[in-house]
């Protein structure tokens, strides 16, 4: 098992690239990934993830439209993955 839990914010750099992550993350061996989605107000979050978050806002990314991708990805559906 690889320990490693990487940090993938939907939408940036941008959805067209979140399949290709996707299958590099799987072809590196991880078994998990945190997807997040952008929201407009995350406080939660770190400034790199807030910095995340408003440049994939900035380029009109929602929460909706980021499914569409993590759900195209053949990487993801032939998995164990699935969203929480």
Do not use: Y
């Not at 914010?9 to 078994?31: T, V, Y």
């Not at 990934?33 to 979050?45: K, M, N, R, T």
Request: aromatic share 4%; proline share 12%; hydrophobic share 40%.
């Amino acid at each position: 098992m690889n320990p490693l839990l990487p940090f993938l914010m939907a939408g940036d750099p941008s959805l067209d690239a979140l399949p290709h992550l996707l299958s590099e993350a799987k072809a590196l061996g991880l078994e998990a990934i945190e997807l997040g989605l952008p929201h407009s107000d995350p406080i939660a979050d770190g400034p790199v993830l807030q910095a995340a978050a408003h440049r994939a806002i900035a380029r009109g990314r929602r929460p909706s439209k980021c499914w569409r991708p993590w759900r195209a990805s053949a990487t993801v559906r032939t998995s164990s993955c699935s969203p929480t």
